[in-house]
Nanobody, 126 residues
Framework: QVQLVESGGGSVQPGGSLRLSCAAS????????MAWFRQAPGKEREWVAV????????WYPDSVKGRFTISQDKSKNAVYLQMNGLKPEDTAMYYC???????????????????WGQGTQVTVSS
């Protein structure tokens, strides 16, 4: 199981950009999937990006597609989330997650992930 620590959150105006980082204590090459989720007050945690660690294939929900980009750097055991064109509705706590074992279906639910970071707050407002 890897330990995850997020950073890079902050406050930004609509249309702005932020880059979140997730540092893993273990080797992310040993994971099957790395992902970013977010949770706004009063709402359920939802996925915003998933990367298949071995192949680098990425998936996004429609709500962030074209604006968010997940990337990984295996040499640094890190995963990143570049967020552009931020909107007020992107305001949430953002979490990094890791899944060790492969899965037939794309893991986009909270229960599919073994490890979680503590989260980093992103606030988008004018």
């Amino acid at each position: 199981q890897v330990q995850l620590v997020e950073s890079g959150g902050g406050s930004v105006q609509p249309g702005g950009s932020l880059r979140l980082s997730c540092a893993a204590s273990g080797n992310i090459a040993g994971t099957s999937y790395m992902a970013w989720f977010r949770q706004a007050p009063g709402k359920e945690r939802e996925w915003v990006a998933v990367v298949r660690t071995s192949s680098g294939v990425k998936w996004y929900p429609d709500s962030v597609k074209g604006r968010f980009t997940i990337s990984q750097d295996k040499s640094k055991n890190a995963v990143y989330l570049q967020m552009n064109g931020l909107k007020p509705e992107d305001t949430a706590m953002y979490y990094c997650a890791a899944r060790i074992h492969p899965l037939v279906l794309l893991p986009v639910d909270v229960g599919s992930y073994n490890s979680w970071g503590q989260g980093t707050q992103v606030t988008v407002s004018s």
